[in-house]
Structure formats: structure tokens, C-alpha cells
């Protein structure tokens, strides 16, 4: 079935070691996200690539990163992770994203990362 | 800026009696999208049932029904004959026109009692 995976479901590294967490999807959608959510919280919108087009949210710290190879990959680079980075980590793509776009996002299974 | 509302954390439910999950939102776009998403633990976010803010019939997805009142901003969900599949965190999301982000509530957690 199309889907989006990412990869691994549970990571963990060291405070401070550069971790990176991938995405990939089948659904041939130009739009992909990354989220990251906390505990018990709401998935916080980190950035998206619209295409080729990187967005970050104002807020999201520096220490995030993203690359988008081609259509089908996303990855969340963590420079330096901290102990306040510990999350479930969400990708999620859509397809015509943009003014006026109904079509709804398309959340691959997360991966958690905890920090050691 | 855009908001989104949801003020019952925690809500328990009989199986196969019917749950309302309150949201209220707010947001300066004349077109919009709400959507209610739902997170079963450690498991995928799935799209429960979208409404379109210019469509003024309430969607309904099977056991899953809106009731959408534009002009309070409120976007509720219903679950008729609840099972025990439906426990899960329900999240509602609102989709200005005019951007691609999903703004998020802080989330209900739904419990079904068999």
C-alpha cells in the first residue's frame, strides 16, 4: 500500500551526537512535514518542504535541520540533540498543498528519539 | 493568528453509545479546512473526517458525523455506537486557506468502557 514510513521507529543517541531520522513516501505527494510532538501535547509543525521549497517555522531553534533529496525522501537532521529534544517525531506529506488545498496530511508512524 | 481549542482533555464513553468531542477555533481566513485526526497509542495519525468551512452541510464519515457551526467556530465530533477500536487521542486541526499548516489542539483523549 502507499504509505509514508520513516525510519527507525525508536532511536535513541547520546546528548550532543548528531542523530538524523528519515522519512520516505510512496504516495508521490509534493508536500512533506515534519512535526515534532511531546507527550500528551499536540504535534508542533517544525518545517515543510513544499517540492524543493524548505519552510521552517520562525520558532523551531537552529539545531533542526531538514534536507529533501527528491520526492520521495525527507530527513530531520539534529545537530547537537538535548535532553529537551526527546520526542515522537512525525512525518507527514500532502498532496497540492497551498491556497486553498482541502487535501488533508498523511502521517507515517513516527519515530521516537530519546536522549541519553 | 490561528487557533485551535479543544477543552475536554480526558472523555469516557460506554461501548456502543455515542461520544461528542468539543473543539472551538479561531481564525481570520474567510476560507478554511477542519479536520479530526485520530492517534491510537504508538500508532499512525489517520484522518477521522475534514470539513470544508464554505460547505455548510455538516460531513459525516460512517459512525463519524460534524457539527460544524461557522459562526460560533465550533467544529465537534460525534461517534455513534463507540467500540473499542475508537480509543484513542483525538485530535481536531484547522487549515487556513492560504497556507499549508495544520494548527492543532492540545488533543482528547477518548477511553471506550466495554
Known amino acids: 500500500d502507499a504509505m509514508v514510513i520513516q525510519n527507525p521507529r525508536y532511536q535513541v543517541t547520546q546528548f550532543g551526537k548528531p542523530v538524523t531520522l528519515s522519512c520516505s513516501q510512496t504516495l508521490n505527494h509534493n508536500v512533506m512535514y515534519w512535526y515534532q510532538q511531546k507527550s500528551s501535547q499536540a504535534p508542533k509543525l517544525l518545517f515543510h518542504?513544499?517540492?524543493?521549497?524548505?519552510?521552517n517555522e520562525a520558532d523551531t531553534p537552529d539545531n533542526f535541520q531538514s534536507r529533501r533529496p527528491n520526492t520521495s525522501f525527507c530527513f530531520l537532521d539534529i545537530r547537537s540533540p538535548g535532553l529537551g529534544d526527546a520526542a515522537m517525531y512525525l512525518c507527514?506529506?500532502?498532496?497540492?498543498?497551498?491556497?486553498?488545498?482541502?487535501?488533508?496530511?498523511?502521517f507515517g508512524d513516527g519515530t521516537r528519539l530519546s536522549i541519553l | 493568528a490561528q487557533t485551535v481549542t479543544q477543552s475536554q482533555p480526558e472523555m469516557s464513553v460506554q461501548e456502543a453509545e455515542t461520544v461528542t468531542l468539543s473543539c472551538t477555533y479561531d481564525t481570520s481566513e474567510s476560507d478554511y479546512y477542519l479536520f479530526w485526526y485520530k492517534q491510537p497509542p504508538s500508532r499512525q495519525m489517520i484522518l477521522v473526517i475534514r470539513?470544508?468551512?464554505?460547505?455548510?452541510q455538516n460531513a459525516t464519515e460512517n459512525r463519524f458525523s460534524v457539527n460544524f457551526q461557522k459562526a460560533a467556530k465550533s467544529f465537534s465530533l460525534k461517534i455513534s455506537d463507540s467500540q473499542l477500536g475508537d480509543a484513542a487521542m483525538y485530535f481536531c486541526a484547522l487549515k487556513g486557506g492560504a497556507t499549508n499548516k495544520l494548527i492543532f489542539g492540545t488533543g482528547t483523549l477518548l477511553a471506550v468502557q466495554p
Open positions: 518542504y513544499y517540492d524543493k521549497d524548505f519552510n
Open positions: 507527514a506529506t500532502s498532496t497540492k498543498g497551498g491556497i486553498y488545498s482541502n487535501q488533508p496530511q498523511h
Open positions: 470539513q470544508e468551512a464554505y460547505k455548510q
